[in-house]
């Protein structure tokens, strides 16, 4: 890519000379030069300079978003070179939504080493709404997560991969084990816990008993790690949302998982990948064996 451009990326994601030339492993004045020159060919400031750093001029945002764009297309052709070369990856970078990351990611990474001895892994687990722009960027080469409703950019290829149905989990000593599965009559005196991470959880839930007449649902704790959330569950009787599609890794634990009748929420799960890395022997190859790995499991 274009160095000058390369430059002009970096200063953009810091805000700072010093740091955006730690990015990129370039001297400080070596940057500067080329942040010069690439408005010198484009005519126009591109940053503002104050005390506290830098700031994107008019024109900057404006050079911003395709700048972005040749990076990924300059990021893809790369990899498709590098496909069509039989180099593949070295690293294969993954994001997981907590849902893959509790469920698959550990199972396929084994899988995996039997085709690719050699190859290391970086894992990312997080929403889709922080690993799906650092697919973009190209700092990851899959994401596993809930299917998105908004339309995706051309440049990455969406492929289905399961359903999620999220259920009730709760102590199985808790009297309501006894009904097998749940009408929303008997949810209305619940009190959850909700577990932040999984940010869609708690709308869901007030639709579902908005829908029902049930009120309004009873957080009565809330806790950023899935593993905590399941002790409240376990110590104080709470009530919690999560995948159905768990629950074989609780219910050795004291606890039980419920459906309802109607389900609270039935999502899809999807793979996204760059198109351009779609060839990559390990990236197909990693299609494949979820493809495996969910129908053993769901048949």
Request: glycine residues 6%.
């Amino acid at each position: 890519m274009d160095r000058n451009l390369r430059a002009f990326l970096a200063i953009a994601a810091e805000g700072n000379l010093s740091k955006a030339a730690d990015r990129i492993a370039l001297a400080q004045p070596s940057l500067t030069k080329r942040l010069s020159n690439l408005e010198s060919e484009l005519g126009a400031r591109l940053f503002t300079r104050h005390r506290r750093g830098m700031s994107l001029t008019a024109a900057g945002e404006k050079f911003l978003a395709r700048a972005r764009r040749i990076d990924q297309e300059y990021r893809q052709a790369m990899e498709e070179v590098r496909a069509i070369a039989g180099a593949g990856l070295d690293t294969l970078r993954i994001g997981a939504a907590p849902f893959f990351s509790l469920l698959y990611v550990a199972p396929l990474m084994a899988r995996m080493h039997a085709h690719f001895p050699a190859l290391t892994y970086d894992m990312v687990s997080d929403l889709n709404a922080v690993t799906l722009p650092m697919l973009m960027d190209g700092d990851l080469d899959v994401v596993l997560g809930p299917m998105e409703t908004v339309e995706m950019d051309d440049l990455i290829a969406v492929i289905p991969v399961s359903h999620v149905e999220l259920a009730v989990f709760l102590l199985a000593t808790d009297p309501v084990c006894a009904r097998g599965m749940l009408q929303p009559k008997d949810m209305a005196q619940f009190k959850w816990v909700a577990h932040s991470a999984a940010t869609t959880n708690v709308p869901i839930l007030r639709r579902y008993y908005a829908t029902h007449r049930l009120g309004t649902p009873h957080i009565a704790a809330r806790s950023t790690s899935f593993a905590t959330a399941l002790d409240v569950v376990r110590h104080m009787g709470l009530k919690m949302l999560a995948p159905l599609q768990i629950s074989g890794l609780v219910e050795s634990s004291g606890l039980r998982v419920l459906r309802t009748d109607p389900p609270i929420e039935r999502n899809r799960t999807a793979a996204y990948i760059r198109k351009s890395s779609l060839d990559l022997p390990a990236v197909s190859c990693l299609i494949d064996e979820l493809h495996s790995l969910v129908r053993e499991r769901e048949g």
